[in-house]
């Protein structure tokens, strides 16, 4: 078995209002930052997975941001694997 990292963006559709990156982008103009715009506001998640081989892992992660970590109504994920050693 082998070991491995695994580092997943959670970020709302781009089709989707995102509330918190509007407020975000409206402070940036009140900080003084009015070349900061669209910020969207994500989640960022690691999490360790053992498994046979990378593909295995890969289908693992898939399946645990599907089933939990992402709403994919809203949501989409991308994620890297990082073989630990």
Request: one cysteine or more.
């Amino acid at each position: 078995m082998a070991k491995f990292i695994a580092d997943i963006d959670v970020m709302p559709l781009k089709a989707l209002l995102d509330p918190q990156g509007k407020a975000v982008t409206g402070s940036m103009k009140n900080l003084g930052l009015p070349e900061i715009q669209n910020v969207r506001i994500g989640k960022h998640i690691t999490l360790e997975i053992e498994a046979s081989n990378k593909e295995a892992a890969q289908l693992k992660v898939n399946e645990a941001c599907k089933k939990l970590l992402c709403n994919q109504i809203m949501e989409g994920y991308e994620f890297k694997l990082t073989e630990t050693k």
